[in-house]
């Protein structure tokens, strides 16, 4: 599963994830858009991430956030580089 957030407190918001989801892999980080990989064993605690995540987005300046499956292309590319 990818996560993305949208944040100019990288510092902050990385801590946050890592707190709440210790097992996230930090996968690209560029400019004020961050991206953690999370393993599907991990999605029974999605939801209290999105709850901790909803009551601290003001403190975090968290703009957006969302979660997707990997893609087949970036599966490819974690074998092929």
């Known amino acids: 599963m990818i996560f993305y957030i949208e944040s100019k407190q990288f510092k902050d918001v990385n801590a946050f994830i890592l707190q709440e989801m210790p097992d996230a892999t930090l996968r690209e980080h560029i400019g004020s858009e961050i991206t953690y990989s999370f393993k ?17 987005k003001e403190k975090l300046a968290i703009g957006n956030y969302g979660l997707s499956d990997t893609t087949l292309e970036e599966v490819c590319l974690i074998f092929f580089i």
């Open 40 to 56: 599907l064993e991990q999605r029974h605690r999605f939801e209290h991430l999105f709850k901790q995540l909803e009551m601290n």
